[in-house]
C-alpha cells in the first residue's frame, strides 16, 4: 500500500511526519487528514491558539503534496470544552 506523510504547518514552522501511515489509495488518506486536521483545530481551539495560518498537508512517500487543509476551514463546528 502507498505511504502518506501528514506535516503541520505553523507560526513556529514544520512538524515532520517522520513516520507516515499506509492507505489504500489517495481518497483513504484524505479522509483520515481531515479527520485528524479536525481532531488538531479542536485541540488548538481549546488552547487558545489562532488557527489563521495554520494548515495541515498531505505528502506522498516521494515527497510530493497532495492536498493541504486550512485549520481554520476545518473548525467549524468543533466547540471548545470551555464555551
Given at each position: 500500500m502507498p505511504m502518506y506523510f501528514f506535516r503541520v504547518h505553523d507560526e513556529d514552522g514544520e512538524m515532520i511526519?517522520?513516520?507516515g501511515a499506509?492507505?489504500?489509495n489517495?481518497?483513504?488518506a484524505c479522509v483520515e487528514a481531515m479527520k485528524t486536521a479536525?481532531?488538531?483545530a479542536a485541540d488548538r481551539m481549546i488552547n487558545g491558539d489562532d488557527l489563521n495560518g495554520i494548515y495541515f498537508e498531505?505528502?506522498?512517500s516521494d515527497g510530493s503534496s497532495?492536498?493541504?487543509i486550512l485549520l481554520n476551514s476545518v473548525s467549524r463546528?468543533?466547540?471548545a470544552e470551555d464555551a
Open positions: 511526519d517522520e513516520h499506509e492507505f489504500a489517495d481518497k483513504n479536525r481532531e488538531l498531505i505528502a506522498r497532495m492536498d493541504r463546528g468543533v466547540i
